[in-house]
């Protein structure tokens, strides 16, 4: 089992490239400029159908009123 | 009740960023011992980040993130190396293997040799768990195999080790 920690000790001493943090940011980064693009579209949609739900209700009030 | 859910979910996204920064030392040493290969590694770690945060809808709790992660990650690592297998599988992956056995060869990373000549899978139990102090649940919620297969494919792995380096130490003696 010593030998199987040795191995572990050289595992943990595995060099991390710079490059790993670059490359991880970017994904995060891309992934939240869509998240935010996917909010806005969602946004607007639900925006779109409340307003749609007004306009609809007002045509049935003002059918009941004629 | 139907804003509570898209919070939810907010909140296990930001959980999973926060992981993926925390960890991502870890996951490239976990990527590294799969394929020995910087390049491979980089790729299967960003690929593995861009999956997750493509899927992260599928999370169901915080406590699912890191076997949910490490599993994307194991797979994107065995896709890689399955590539790499094709372009490269020939006389020079035969080559290693005889040159394990010849008498006097390094001692220093003859285990490593070891470990390496195992099945994927248990490479992977035993880098899991010796290596990211996994535990067996953990490990098999990661590869997806029953507890009992996961403890079966630990022993006897170690198992093989252990005859394999006694072995090769009869040989340097």
């Known amino acids: 089992m010593g030998r199987i920690m040795e191995m572990k000790e050289r595992y943990e001493k595995i060099a ?37 739900g007004y306009e609809d209700n007002f045509a049935v009030d003002s059918k009941r009123f004629c | 009740m139907e804003r509570c859910v898209p919070a939810v979910k907010e909140i296990l996204y930001e959980r999973l960023i926060q992981f993926i920064l925390e960890n991502q030392d870890r996951f490239y040493r ?91 899978d248990v490479q992977g139990i035993i880098k899991l768990g010796y290596f990211e102090d996994m535990s067996l649940k953990e490990i098999s919620g990661i590869t997806g195999l029953n507890l009992n297969t996961v403890k079966t494919k630990l022993y006897r792995g170690l198992k093989l080790i252990k005859e394999k380096v006694q072995e090769a130490d009869l040989w340097v003696e």
Request: a negative charge; one cysteine or more; glycine letters at 2%.
């Open chain 2, 30 to 120: 976990v990527a590294y011992s799969y394929t020995k290969h910087q390049e491979d590694a980089l790729d299967a770690v960003q690929s593995a980040v861009c999956k997750a945060l493509e899927a992260h809808k599928s999370i169901k709790n915080t406590d699912a993130i890191k076997t949910w992660f490490y599993r994307i990650l194991i797979n994107e690592c065995l896709i890689i190396i399955k590539k790499r297998r094709k372009e490269t599988f020939t006389a020079d992956m035969m080559e290693r293997e005889v040159m394990y056995f010849e008498k006097g060869y390094e001692q220093g990373d003859d285990i490593e040799k070891v470990l390496d000549m195992l099945d994927m």
């Open chain 1, 16 to 52: 991390i490239p710079e490059e790993l943090h670059v490359r991880v940011q970017q994904e995060i980064m891309k992934s939240r400029r869509q998240q935010e693009e996917k909010n806005k579209t969602e946004e607007t949609e639900n925006t779109a159908q409340v307003t749609n």
